[in-house]
C-alpha cells in the first residue's frame, strides 16, 4: 500500500484492513514472518536476480525488466471495449435505495445507509449490485445493511474485468501463472 492509503486505513478513530475494510483489532507483530521475509530468496521476474523477499519492492521499483515484464502482462489481458461507452450502466455513482437521494460513490452509499436508514427493515434493491453485469435489478435484499457491510467493503473495479468472460481471464491467468514459474 502506498503511505497515504495506508494512513487512511489506520485512522484512530476506525483502523481498517487495507484489503477487505474489516475492524482491526490490536495484535502483536508477526515476528515470524518477519524473520521469513528477511531470510527467503526469490528471484526478480524481470531481470532473474536473486534477492531476499525484503529488498524486493525497492529493488523492482527501480528494474527496467521488471517494469516490461509487467507492462507485457498489462497487454496480455487489455483489450479492446466490446461494447459502445454511451450503453454501459454507471458503476461509480448510486442512488440510495431507500431515499432515492442520488450520486454516491460506493463508500459513500454505505456511509449514508449506515448512518440514515440502519434500522429502516425495508426490502430494496442494492443499486451497485443491479449494475454489474451479473447483478439482478429486481432481486431484494432480505437484509441490505447486513448486504452492503459484508459484499461492499471494496470496490469491484480494483479486481473485475467487466469485459472479459469468465473463460478469457482463466486463460489469461493460467497463461500468467505458467510464465511466472
Request: glycine fraction near 4%.
Amino acid at each position: 500500500f502506498c503511505t497515504p492509503c495506508l494512513q487512511e486505513c489506520l485512522k484512530p478513530k476506525k483502523p481498517v484492513c487495507g484489503v477487505c475494510r474489516s475492524t482491526l483489532l490490536p495484535g502483536s507483530r508477526a515476528l515470524d514472518l518477519e524473520k521469513q521475509i528477511e531470510t527467503t530468496e526469490m528471484a526478480c521476474n524481470g531481470c532473474n536476480k536473486k534477492m531476499y523477499l525484503s529488498k524486493m519492492r525497492s529493488h523492482v521499483a527501480s528494474c527496467s525488466k521488471y517494469q516490461n515484464y509487467i507492462m507485457e502482462g498489462v497487454k496480455a489481458v487489455t483489450k479492446e471495449p466490446l461494447h459502445n461507452s454511451r450503453n454501459l450502466p454507471n458503476r461509480f455513482t448510486f442512488p440510495c435505495p431507500y431515499c432515492s437521494e442520488r450520486n454516491f460513490d460506493q463508500e459513500g452509499l454505505v456511509e449514508h445507509c449506515k448512518t440514515l436508514h440502519s434500522m429502516d427493515a425495508k426490502q430494496v434493491v442494492c443499486p451497485i449490485c443491479a449494475s454489474m453485469p451479473w447483478g439482478d435489478p429486481n432481486y431484494r435484499s432480505a437484509n441490505f445493511m447486513e448486504h452492503l457491510q459484508r459484499r461492499h467493503r471494496f470496490s469491484y473495479d480494483t479486481f473485475v474485468d467487466y469485459d472479459a468472460d469468465e473463460d478469457d481471464m482463466m486463460a489469461q491467468v493460467l497463461m500468467r501463472s505458467l510464465r511466472d514459474k
